[in-house]
């Protein structure tokens, strides 16, 4: 069956999903987490959990791609009531951009107030290997240059503002907090910060591509995470969001190196226990109105 290629999504479509899940849990999230490619493990670390499958949940898109589970995850991190997708939406799968960034419109109608979005992406900056950990500070949004944004189309103001401020999108406080944990933790060598280039995919890129990418700006260039950042900004969530440099970005035609999907998730087995304790350290340092 070809992927529903519904474009908008009602407010009131939002609220049905959101209040069909609450129905049935009795956790009241206030961190949404966003699992990438072959990084879904952060999902195991949630305690006492309810989980349902993305077939099961109303307006729910299904996930199309190895290494992306396909389950909607309720439980605690250290106490802290979260949700986590254990699987993400990606444009190449043949959704509307409105569709995968559906979620994060739920994850507000639950409660969340802090959203953290994980992707696998390749290597850009000449500085960073294959393993590093990259702290998103801003993004360059590839599909919005090319009009394919995830506001377009009627605004509704219950969400956010027709015009949101993107300037602040990655929270200065939550990236602080990232390296003064990894720095706790023994991860200094490879913990970086950088800029995060989104493009449709599913090819990944030539070399041509990647050299213009490099020279835009970019340290590391993925297929997500900039749609969803934008709809949880519009909605007034925080947002924190990590790359993994799971290959190196062929930049020269003499390289015999080729990005396969296959690489992306053995970087992410090799370097899942890392990033998850990062991230669920960083979940219980996080305040929240009522914690
Ligand atoms: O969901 P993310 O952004 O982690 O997935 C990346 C981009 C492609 O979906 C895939 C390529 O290997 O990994
Ligand atoms: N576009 C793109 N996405 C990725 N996801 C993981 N690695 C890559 C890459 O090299 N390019």
């Not at 499958?53 to 729910?60: E, Q």
């Not at 419109?105 to 390749?122: C, D, S, Y």
């Not at 850009?124 to 995830?150: C, E, R, T």
Request: hydrophobic share 40%; with cysteine.
């Amino acid at each position: 069956m070809f992927p529903d290629t519904k474009n908008g999504y009602t407010y009131e479509d939002c609220k049905a999903t959101a209040d069909w899940l609450l129905a049935q849990t009795d956790v009241r999230p206030k961190v949404g987490i966003v699992c990438g490619s072959g990084l879904g493990g952060l999902a195991e670390m949630l305690k006492d959990q309810v989980a349902f499958n993305y077939k099961d949940i109303p307006n729910f898109p299904q996930s199309t791609v190895h290494g992306h589970a396909g389950r909607l995850v309720f439980g605690t991190l250290k106490g802290r009531p979260c949700v986590c997708m254990q699987g993400r939406f990606h444009l190449y799968e043949g959704y509307s951009i409105q569709k995968i960034t559906l979620p994060i419109r739920i994850f507000k109608l639950l409660g969340v107030e802090t959203v953290m979005l994980t992707n696998a992406a390749g290597g850009l900056n000449q500085d960073f290997k294959v393993g590093d950990i990259m702290i998103i500070k801003d993004h360059l949004n590839m599909p919005g240059f090319a009009g394919n944004n995830p506001l377009s189309g009627p605004n509704d103001e219950r969400f956010g503002v027709r015009f949101p401020c993107m300037s602040d999108a990655y929270d200065r406080e939550l990236q602080q907090m990232a390296m003064d944990v990894g720095q706790e933790l023994g991860y200094g060598d490879f913990l970086k910060e950088g800029v995060y280039c989104v493009l449709g995919g599913p090819s990944f890129e030539t070399v041509a591509e990647s050299r213009m990418l490099h020279k835009l700006g970019a340290d590391a260039v993925g297929m997500s995470t900039a749609p969803e950042v934008i709809v949880a900004r519009h909605c007034g969530m925080r947002v924190f969001a990590l790359s993994l440099i799971t290959n190196q970005v062929v930049m020269d035609y003499d390289s015999v190196e080729k990005a396969n999907h296959e690489e992306v998730l053995q970087t992410g087995k090799e370097r899942a226990e890392q990033l998850e304790r990062l991230v669920s350290t960083m979940v219980t340092k996080i305040e929240h109105n009522n914690n």
